[in-house]
């Protein structure tokens, strides 16, 4: 009977779902309601967490909780360290939500909401999902080593190699901007920044207390961290409204840079422990809290949807970026449908600390499916914005004009109307001096979400209150990427530095750590302090390339994944990682060509550099410009000149593993798999 109930509750919950699909599909007219969206999200996640991700557990993957994993057989209280699932879980989760289920889906809302849903949905549950749980599950097998020194061993040395410097290039230019991006945010926020200076106290107190005086003793550890970090989110109000402490915690862009670059080097630094498994971990409540509150306060307020399901934009000509749905949309919402990030931390960080085998399946899989959930609620917030403030926030001044009454007018010819007033009564409600042109996604993401809070406590009057708490989330969002991403790449850099002299690339010697560290904080910290000091610098032409690299990423996991199972003699379930794979390739390497290759100067790299350079040669450019304009030229060849290289580095790895895919199956080849030797686990079911 037990046993019947639990069917029909899950066909119920399967019901649901499709039922909330279907509405989003196909709802016409007028404005949908923003609960469809939490229902689809929800209802779809945990069909797939309950069927999908337990049919790779023990199909696929066949987890094995009697094996010992690298935590416990290497256990050396710095990287390799044995961490509660609960406290694993909030460091994973924090360290790969970063901007990307944010800022992508917001952008991306320019097509309608409904591509940017779907994707949202289906991509995590049947790609980013499988990712990160198979690369995670292939780390711990192989002595937690990284991707770059997956494909080494999995598919060739040469691919490998490639492999590995294609990741650590991508992985300093990642880190560089995410940091920009963090200045940015911080610089005019004594809120945001106090209180994410606190979180760092904290954390190391945290750290102590369950390291040496209340040993396994996470809950109550976590309930005096949660309580301190609200306090602190409290405290930052209080800092920011008091002039004296306002000024204080009101800091330069270069400041800022290089107190990043020194919490970077600590956190790679400090044993995993003391500093970033506890800080991710104490993130984590804030990051799931706000979001699990955003979602309640959608099923509460109940708002509408205002975004159609498809703009006018779908042609490729929209304002905020140019590019047709396809392959733009999936590259600009990246990471909360798949992220090859994530395949760095589940490879990086996640197999050193992990205590059994078996909890992989909630680590690798559920915490996507939260990431996916995040990407689905900023989609929600950015659509129940009227169309008009959403584009005129997001819209560059050269796209709609640079006043207020010539972008109203703009806009408004569009089919979306707005006027002047309205934006400036909107900025005034924020505390903010306009939202013109604020164009990133973060502005406009920070003015949905303080909208549906503010109507579920506190109405107009905490409007701005609101506003100031979403930017400090999205930058606290933004730092667990930095900390966790600098650690992963310190790994990367002892593993290439190692092949040149050994001792480099121990793990455990502490001149190593702190030498490769410092070589990482120093490379991403260079383009971090030129993006500060010259805004039109190098760093800020490469954010085009950060979606096709992220997915690009993501195919280089999923290639390696694809010849891990496929050595582990499951060559019926291939499948699982082919198709994401496949998927993957054709739209990178799309991506890539029209980025590259376009006509349009508004698509193309070569092109624009191409009509600036007519404009110059023209006289249309007036000479106090005409440097900043050559400076932007070259950038925009060194952007084609860097998409060609990774999609080049890309194909050689996936030809070289086709080649050792064939050798296996039509010559029989001896499919040699490289993992660690079983050794039994010596920890009790319960530990």
């Given at each position: 009977?037990?046993?019947?109930?639990?069917?029909?509750?899950?066909?119920?919950?399967?019901?649901?779902?499709?039922?909330?699909?279907?509405?989003?599909?196909?709802?016409?007219?007028?404005?949908?309601?923003?609960?469809?969206?939490?229902?689809?999200?929800?209802?779809?996640?945990?069909?797939?967490?309950?069927?999908?991700?337990?049919?790779?557990?023990a199909k696929v993957l066949a987890l094995d909780n009697t094996r010992a994993t690298p935590a416990?057989?290497?256990?050396?209280?710095?990287?390799?360290?044995?961490?509660?699932?609960?406290?694993?879980?909030?460091?994973?989760?924090?360290?790969?939500?970063?901007?990307?289920?944010?800022?992508?889906?917001?952008?991306?809302?320019?097509?309608?909401?409904?591509?940017?849903?779907?994707?949202?949905?289906?991509?995590?549950?049947f790609a980013g999902c499988v990712q990160d749980f198979v690369i995670l599950f292939c780390s711990?097998?192989?002595?937690?080593?990284?991707?770059?020194?997956?494909?080494?061993?999995?598919?060739?040395?040469?691919?490998?190699?490639?492999?590995?410097?294609?990741?650590?290039?991508?992985?300093?230019?990642?880190?560089?901007?995410?940091?920009?991006?963090?200045?940015?945010?911080?610089?005019?926020?004594?809120?945001?920044?106090?209180?994410?200076?606190?979180?760092?106290?904290?954390?190391?107190?945290?750290?102590?207390?369950?390291?040496?005086?209340?040993?396994?003793?996470?809950?109550?550890?976590?309930?005096?961290?949660?309580?301190?970090?609200?306090?602190?989110?409290?405290?930052?109000?209080?800092?920011?409204?008091?002039?004296?402490?306002?000024?204080?915690?009101?800091?330069?862009?270069?400041?800022?840079?290089?107190?990043?670059?020194?919490?970077?080097?600590?956190?790679?630094?400090?044993?995993?422990?003391?500093?970033?498994?506890?800080?991710?971990?104490?993130?984590?409540?804030?990051?799931?809290?706000?979001?699990?509150?955003?979602?309640?306060?959608?099923?509460?307020?109940?708002?509408?949807?205002?975004?159609?399901?498809?703009?006018?934009?779908?042609?490729?000509?929209?304002?905020?970026?140019?590019?047709?749905?396809?392959?733009?949309?999936?590259?600009?919402?990246?990471?909360?449908?798949?992220?090859?990030?994530?395949?760095?931390?589940?490879?990086?960080?996640?197999?050193?600390?992990?205590?059994?085998?078996?909890?992989?399946?909630?680590?690798?899989?559920?915490?996507?499916?939260?990431?996916?959930?995040?990407?689905?609620?900023?989609?929600?917030?950015?659509?129940?914005?009227?169309?008009?403030?959403?584009?005129?926030?997001?819209?560059?001044?050269?796209?709609?004009?640079?006043?207020?009454?010539?972008?109203?007018?703009?806009?408004?010819?569009?089919?979306?109307?707005?006027?002047?007033?309205?934006?400036?009564?909107?900025?005034?409600?924020?505390?903010?001096?306009?939202?013109?042109?604020?164009?990133?996604?973060?502005?406009?993401?920070?003015?949905?979400?303080?909208?549906?809070?503010?109507?579920?406590?506190?109405?107009?009057?905490?409007?701005?209150?609101?506003?100031?708490?979403?930017?400090?989330?999205?930058?606290?969002?933004?730092?667990?990427?930095?900390?966790?991403?600098?650690?992963?790449?310190?790994?990367?850099?002892?593993?290439?530095?190692?092949?040149?002299?050994?001792?480099?690339?121990?793990?455990?010697?502490?001149?190593?750590?702190?030498?490769?560290?410092?070589?990482?904080?120093?490379?991403?910290?260079?383009?971090?302090?030129?993006?500060?000091?010259?805004?039109?610098?190098?760093?800020?032409?490469?954010?085009?390339?950060?979606?096709?690299?992220?997915?690009?990423?993501?195919?280089?996991?999923?290639?390696?994944?694809?010849?891990?199972?496929?050595?582990?003699?499951?060559?019926?379930?291939?499948?699982?990682?082919?198709?994401?794979?496949?998927?993957?390739?054709?739209?990178?390497?799309?991506?890539?060509?029209?980025?590259?290759?376009?006509?349009?100067?508004?698509?193309?790299?070569?092109?624009?550099?191409?009509?600036?350079?007519?404009?110059?040669?023209?006289?249309?450019?007036?000479?106090?410009?005409?440097?900043?304009?050559?400076?932007?030229?070259?950038?925009?060849?060194?952007?084609?000149?860097?998409?060609?290289?990774?999609?080049?580095?890309?194909?050689?790895?996936?030809?070289?593993?086709?080649?050792?895919?064939?050798?296996?199956?039509?010559?029989?080849?001896?499919?040699?798999?490289?993992e660690t030797a079983y050794v039994a686990t010596q920890w009790a079911e319960g530990d």
């Open positions: 009977m037990k046993h019947l109930l639990g069917i029909v509750a899950w066909v119920a919950v399967a019901a649901v779902g499709a039922l909330a699909l279907a509405t989003i599909a196909w709802h016409r007219g007028e404005p949908i309601s923003a609960t469809w969206f939490v229902l689809a999200a929800v209802c779809t996640y945990l069909v797939a967490y309950r069927l999908y991700s337990a049919f790779l557990a416990e057989r290497r256990d050396d209280g710095r990287d390799f360290v044995p961490t509660n699932k609960w406290v694993l879980f909030g460091h994973h989760f924090a360290a790969i939500a970063g901007p990307g289920p944010l800022v992508g889906p917001t952008l991306a809302a320019q097509f309608g909401y409904l591509p940017g849903t779907l994707w949202l949905i289906a991509g995590a549950a711990i097998r192989r002595d937690g080593k990284t991707l770059g020194e997956m494909a080494k061993d999995e598919v060739s040395k040469r691919g490998g190699t490639i492999a590995q410097l294609a990741v650590l290039a991508i992985m300093i230019i990642l880190l560089g901007v995410v940091a920009l991006v963090i200045v940015n945010a911080l610089k005019s926020s004594p809120w945001a920044t106090f209180t994410l200076a606190m979180t760092i106290p904290i954390a190391l107190l945290l750290g102590v207390y369950l390291r040496f005086l209340r040993p396994g003793r996470v809950i109550e550890a976590s309930v005096i961290g949660v309580a301190l970090v609200m306090f602190a989110v409290v405290a930052g109000q209080w800092v920011a409204d008091a002039p004296a402490w306002a000024a204080k915690f009101t800091l330069g862009g270069v400041t800022l840079a290089f107190a990043l670059i020194a919490y970077g080097f600590a956190a790679s630094a400090l044993p995993v422990w003391l500093l970033l498994a506890p800080r991710d971990y104490l993130s984590a409540f804030i990051k799931a809290g706000a979001i699990f509150s955003l979602a309640a306060g959608i099923l509460l307020v109940r708002p509408h949807v205002l975004m159609p399901p498809l703009t006018r934009f779908v042609d490729g000509n929209g304002p905020v970026f140019a590019g047709k749905i396809f392959p733009f949309c999936f590259i600009t919402i990246a990471c909360g449908a798949i992220s090859g990030f994530h395949s760095l931390i589940s490879s990086g960080t996640t197999p050193k600390m992990i205590q059994r085998e078996g909890h992989a399946r909630f680590i690798g899989y559920g915490a996507m499916l939260l990431e996916s959930f995040v990407g689905v609620m900023a989609m929600v917030a950015a659509c129940a914005m009227t169309p008009g403030v959403y584009f005129a926030i997001n819209s560059p001044a050269t796209v709609v004009g640079a006043t207020p009454d010539l972008a109203a007018a703009t806009i408004s010819s569009w089919g979306y109307p707005l006027t002047a007033d309205t934006m400036a009564a909107l900025a005034h409600s924020v505390g903010e001096q306009t939202l013109w042109n604020r164009a990133g996604g973060a502005p406009s993401l920070a003015v949905g979400m303080a909208h549906i809070f503010s109507r579920t406590i506190g109405g107009e009057r905490l409007l701005s209150i609101w506003y100031h708490f979403a930017i400090m989330f999205e930058a606290l969002f933004i730092l667990t990427v930095l900390d966790a991403g600098t650690r992963v790449g310190r790994f990367m850099v002892q593993e290439l530095l190692g092949r040149v002299w050994k001792p480099i690339g121990r793990m455990n010697w502490y001149p190593a750590i702190v030498l490769s560290s410092g070589l990482i904080v120093a490379a991403w910290g260079y383009f971090l302090y030129q993006g500060v000091v010259d805004p039109l610098g190098g760093i800020n032409s490469l954010w085009p390339l950060f979606g096709i690299s992220n997915q690009l990423l993501a195919a280089v996991a999923l290639v390696v994944a694809t010849s891990i199972l496929l050595k582990m003699g499951k060559l019926k379930w291939i499948w699982v990682t082919l198709a994401p794979m496949t998927w993957l390739v054709v739209i990178t390497m799309t991506a890539s060509y029209q980025k590259i290759f376009s006509a349009n100067p508004r698509i193309g790299f070569l092109s624009y550099a191409n009509a600036l350079g007519a404009q110059i040669a023209a006289g249309k450019i007036p000479a106090a410009k005409i440097g900043e304009m050559q400076r932007v030229m070259f950038n925009q060849r060194l952007d084609a000149a860097v998409t060609a290289v990774l999609a080049v580095m890309f194909l050689v790895l996936l030809v070289e593993a086709v080649i050792d895919w064939h050798a296996i199956l039509a010559r029989g080849k001896e499919a040699k798999l490289h």
